[in-house]
């Protein structure tokens, strides 16, 4: 995901992450809250001989996340066919 610049139309388009050629990400808006509150994790990708590697990840807490899927779950787009969004239910669930 990365921060939302431009049109709202374009909201939710995937767009190519800048200095990562072949690296995309959805454009949303309201993610300071996941960037405010996360914790950094120390992931295990591999092993090169007998030394592990790691990556860090930053993920949003708990808290963070579902304050931000309640308060972003109305903007999410109804299906046109049906006027319903099952994935809207989805995430208030």
């Known amino acids: 995901m990365t921060a939302h610049r431009g049109p709202a139309e374009k ?9 990562h ?3 995309a990400a959805l454009s949303l808006e309201g993610l300071s809250l996941l960037r405010d ?14 030394a592990a590697h790691f990556v860090s990840v930053r993920v ?3 808290g963070a996340y579902v ?3 309640a308060i972003t779950f ?3 787009p109804a299906e046109q066919r049906e006027g319903l ?8 669930l």
């Not at 909201?11 to 200095?19: E, L, T």
């Not at 509150?37 to 007998?50: D, H, T």
């Not at 969004?85 to 995430?91: E, L």
């Open 60 to 62: 949003p807490t708990l």
């Open 11 to 19: 909201q939710g388009d995937v767009v190519q992450v800048a200095g």
């Open 67 to 69: 304050v931000n899927k």
């Open 74 to 76: 109305p903007r999410r």
């Open 37 to 50: 509150f996360g914790a950094e994790l120390s992931v295990p990708v591999g092993r090169v001989g007998a």
């Open 85 to 92: 969004s099952p994935k809207r239910s989805k995430d208030i």
């Open 21 to 23: 050629q072949g690296l």
